[in-house]
């Protein structure tokens, strides 16, 4: 169903020139969502999709350890989509306090990305809700480092942005002129709290991704904020109680397609071609995070098999493994940390596992030595690769 434009132009005046502002109309959408049979068969085919995904996340005794991994991928992806050139590696060596071999800058954009989820799922679990000032407080720390740092961190934008393009006259797209910025807001954070009418977590978590993106309403970082907003409203709506669901990878992946779904929403208002794409995106990346949890998990087994044939030894190995899991690119100084061995014992029990070909080191040095857990980290950096560089 296409609709009338989903809000209002209105005229900018910028050095020399006059531009054309959208400024969106507030959520839901009127007339509401039509729901063909195909559409809703795929809105619930989403919906199971989360539940398996969510019942592997509390059933799998090794998923809390997993998920440190799954946020840091999630970080890498969406700060990839912005242009930054860190790996996944490069992420887990900078939080080794060692230098990657990619410009800081995107490397520690990437850390700001994990810290600002850490921050938002915490306030999440204790109760407080999504809101302004958690989107703020969220945005303030995913700006903290690197690019961004000097873009008004955790402050809505006072002056006018745009999307491509080198000024608002031939921008792809302007959104709404900074004195709209905190009414449409406001009335997005009404939306989420389920006023004026209550929403189903996914449906509202489509809606208010696109309408955030229409927004902009920060210098800089909305599209890394707006992907977050996806994974932290289906926490706080209890419809995941782990985030591990991300579309990232997804959206990066029909990258046109996707920019080119969101600018329908706004100029036709064909919210239902919107949904299908979302709920298509949920379906496939839900499927690929249980498939990678069960190959994580059948690959820690084989390994604390091979690792059980040592002998005595066996239960220093498992306890460093246990570390790894956790932690793949970690070095013996951290790993002492972790397991509470000593330094020798760590040392032997890395050995062990460098000659069964569980870890190899990233370093080829006497002192600050890495080592990866390289099967691992290869199962995890799927789809998330660099360009040869």
Not at 84 to 109: C, G, R
Not at 156 to 184: I, K, M, W, Y
Not at 297 to 313: A, K, P, T, W
Request: proline share 6%; net charge negative; hydrophobic share 40%.
């Amino acid at each position: 169903m296409k609709r009338e434009l989903q809000g209002r132009y209105v005229t900018i005046s910028t050095i020399g020139e006059q531009a054309e502002a959208f400024v969106p109309s507030p959520l839901p959408p009127i007339p509401d969502i039509e729901w063909p049979v195909e559409l809703r068969e795929k809105y619930e085919q989403a919906l199971l999709a989360i539940g398996r995904l969510d019942s592997v996340s509390t059933l799998m005794p090794e998923t809390s350890m997993f998920l440190y991994m799954y946020i840091r991928k999630e970080a890498v992806l969406s700060s990839m989509i912005e242009g930054t050139t860190s790996s996944l590696s490069d992420l887990l060596i900078y939080e080794n306090n060692q230098e990657p071999e990619v410009p800081l800058d995107d490397v520690q954009e990437v850390s700001n990305y994990v810290a600002a989820l850490d921050h938002g799922i915490s306030r999440i679990n204790n109760g407080f809700p999504l809101s302004l000032r958690l989107l703020k407080e969220i945005h303030k720390i995913l700006l903290s480092k690197g690019h961004g740092a000097t873009k008004a961190p955790g402050e809505f934008r006072s002056s006018q942005n745009r999307l491509d393009g080198t000024r608002p006259g031939n921008a792809v797209f302007v959104p709404p002129p900074p004195e709209h910025v905190l009414d449409c807001m406001g009335k997005l954070e009404l939306f989420l709290h389920d006023d004026p009418v209550h929403t189903p977590a996914l449906l509202k978590a489509a809606l208010s991704h696109v309408q955030f993106e229409t927004i902009h309403p920060f210098l800089d970082g909305n599209g890394r904020l707006g992907r977050l907003l996806i994974t932290l409203l289906l926490c706080e709506q209890s419809l995941l109680q782990t985030p591990m669901l991300y579309l990232s990878l997804y959206f990066k992946q029909h990258r046109q397609y996707y920019y080119q779904m969101l600018n329908d929403v706004r100029v036709n208002g064909d919210w239902e071609a919107w949904l299908d794409f979302f709920v298509e995106a949920v379906i496939v990346t839900a499927g690929q995070a249980v498939e990678t949890a069960l190959e994580l998990h059948d690959l820690s087994e084989s390994d604390r098999l091979q690792i059980s044939g040592l002998g005595r030894v066996s239960v220093s190995v498992l306890q460093v493994q246990k570390a790894l899991i956790q932690h793949p690119i970690s070095s013996p100084v951290k790993l002492v940390e972790r397991t509470g061995l000593t330094a020798a014992t760590v040392n032997k029990c890395i050995g062990h596992l460098e000659k069964l070909d569980i870890v190899t080191e990233l370093t080829a040095r006497k002192r600050n030595r890495l080592f990866s857990y390289h099967h691992y980290v290869e199962i995890m950096s799927k789809g998330a690769e660099l360009p040869e560089r």
